[in-house]
Structures are given as C-alpha cells and as structure tokens.
C-alpha cells in the first residue's frame, strides 16, 4: 500500500505573488513575454555568489530555501527537480561568446552553469546537502516527472523525512524570442489579463520557480495531501475523457467528487478547443479555473497551479480572477489539475485537503 504524501511547504518566485492574486489585484504586463517578480535575493544568498547566478539560479535556490523556512526544515533527505529548458541565458551567454569571440579564449563559467543539473547542485552545494539529487528535463512533464519520482522514493524509504521537489524555467532575450517564429507565441501584443479573449494561435509566457517540501508526515499547516500524478499522450478528446476519468476511479473519485479543476488554458486557438471540450462535457458543473492568464504559459507552470491550490486549501477561498463559470465551492476538497502542451500531452495532478 502507497504512503500518503504531504505538502509541508512552499516557495514560489513569479509573475504574481500571493497577495496580488487574492486581493484581486494582479500584476499587469502589456508584452508576450514577461519576467518573475523578484524577491530579495540577498535575503537567502550571499551577495557575492549571486553575482555568478542566472535567474534560473537565484529563482530556484530562493524558491527551495522558501519552501524549507516553511516547513521548518534545515536540510533535506533529498532534492529533486524538474525543468524544461535548463539555464536559458547562460546558454545564450556562452553561445554569444562563441561566435563573437570566434570559438577562441572563451571562459567556462556560462557553459559550467547552462547544464539542466545547475539548479539542483547549486541547492545541494548551498544546503550542503549529500542526499539523492536529480533533475529531470522532459519538457511540459518535466515538473511532473520530478514529483512522480519524489512520491516513489517516499515509497521506497520510509527513513526520508523530508524531499525537496520542484521545477524552475526562465526566460532570455533571444532563446525566448524564438517563439514568434515558432508559433509558441501570439504574433500581436496583447495584455496578459486580457489572454483568453484574443481567440487567436499561440500564448504568452514568463518564468518560474516552484518548490515543495514533501514529507509522510501530516504535520499541522500541511497544505495538501499530493495524492496522484499521471502523465499520458492522447489526441482524442474523447480518450482523454476517458483517461481522467480511469485516473480518478483509480484513486477512489468519481466526477463529482471533484471541488475544483484547475485548468492549463493558455489562450491558443487549436489547443483551448480540448480544454473547451471537456469543460462542456465531463466538467460541465464542476468550479473550473484557469491561471495561466496571470502566470504566463512554460514547462514548468504547473507549479504555479499546485502553488496556486496549495493557498486555496490554506486561506479557504477562491479568488474571482481566475475563475471561469459560476458554479459555487466554500470548503474544497479535492483539486484536480490538468494541463495540456503540444495539444498530446497530458498531465493530472490530484490534491486533497490533508
């Protein structure tokens, strides 16, 4: 039998922040692209070794030490962590240096620190932490990778105490850009509040870094029970209907058990259909929210959704700004998360009230 795993803390560094979003307020950008709030980074790194640090860097190490301030936690049994496309601008730093400096006299550093694993041994090196470290890099499943793997070395060693889990993407002014040209992102400019009513092809995006000490311990202030993750490939909507709905019968849930689905809508044309599909079928009188008008779509996002679902299971509450239909829940209890890329590939996040 599975041991029931934990959220005992988060951290969270992006667009928005807790207070923005709840008090209806939400940050406001007027471009495609657009980058995390950031906090005091001196706070949790010393000033000289933040000199030497990308964003993705400061952004994952501060997000880790949040979410193990939260928990009460020194130092981890073990740091897993999920990204999509690594230390973007180290990497367009040291491929600049390239050419410009034509293959010659290049120093290391920006090659050093552009590898995906960055994050994960900066944390280790910082904490001083010797435990299991591994990072996985599987693009939109990237997060989810590295939570499936956290909840089986809770299984497999019951000695661990506490598993630091997350994901981090940035953005950089070229890699990032390529976007347009790819049709990732809208042609036109448009606000990000204002996302899902430009029914056109493409999205916008930021950056991120989401972590979450998980332990078997339901300790009080536990935010949320992490009870199922599953990934799949489908281009039916009708087998993806079909998907989550095995998905919740396999963790004992009907349809109507769900309190909140929290929706990866991101606003492009062809995608939004499935999500449209299953909000007028299986969804239909369900709450159903959406979030990544505030936070921008990546690889990594749906760490902002568990950060999102972990303060709604705390605070009790629902803000208007992300919400999609009318239907009413006071006291939630079972959140489920589902996030689509590439219109095939499909992620499901369950969380319960601990």
Request: aromatic share 8%; with cysteine.
């Amino acid at each position: 039998m599975s041991k029931s795993i934990y959220i005992t803390g988060i951290g969270a560094i992006s667009a928005q922040t807790e207070e923005a979003i709840f008090s209806e307020k939400p940050a406001m950008y007027n471009s495609n692209i657009f980058q995390a709030i950031s906090p005091n980074f001196k706070e949790y790194i010393p000033a000289m070794a933040l000199r030497r640090m990308s964003k993705a860097i400061k952004m994952g190490l501060t997000a880790g030490k949040m979410a193990l301030q939260d928990a009460s936690v020194e130092l981890p049994d073990a740091i897993i962590t999920g990204t999509g496309e690594g230390c973007k601008q180290n990497t367009e730093k040291f491929l600049e240096s390239l050419l410009s400096q034509e293959e010659e006299l290049l120093t290391p550093t920006s090659f050093i620190q552009s590898t995906h694993n960055t994050v994960g041994g900066q944390m280790a090196l910082n904490l001083k932490c010797t435990g299991y470290n591994v990072t996985y890099s599987h693009e939109s499943a990237s997060l989810e990778a590295a939570l499936i793997d956290s909840i089986l070395l809770l299984n497999e060693k019951p000695s661990l105490n506490s598993v630091l889990v997350g994901g981090v993407d940035e953005v950089s002014n070229k890699l990032t850009s390529f976007g347009y040209l790819n049709g990732f992102l809208k042609q036109q400019e448009i606000g990000n509040l204002s996302l899902f009513l430009h029914r056109s092809n493409g999205t916008i995006t930021s950056e991120g870094a989401f972590f979450f000490n998980l332990s078997t311990n339901n300790k009080p202030g536990s935010y949320a029970q992490l009870k199922a993750v599953f990934n799949f490939n489908s281009e039916s909507p009708i087998e993806t209907s079909e998907k989550i709905t095995q998905f919740l019968s396999g963790n004992s849930l009907k349809l109507n058990d769900l309190d909140l689905v929290l929706l990866g809508k991101n606003g492009d044309l062809e995608q939004d259909k499935i999500y449209d599909e299953l909000q007028n079928t299986i969804f239909i009188e369900t709450c159903k929210l959406a979030y990544k008008h505030l936070s921008g779509d990546f690889n990594t996002v749906t760490g902002f959704a568990i950060w999102l679902s972990c303060l709604i299971f705390k605070r009790q509450e629902i803000p208007a700004i992300i919400k999609l239909n009318d239907v009413s829940c006071a006291n939630p209890k079972n959140i489920l998360l589902y996030n689509l890329s590439s219109s095939t590939n499909h992620s499901l996040i369950l969380l319960q009230k601990p």
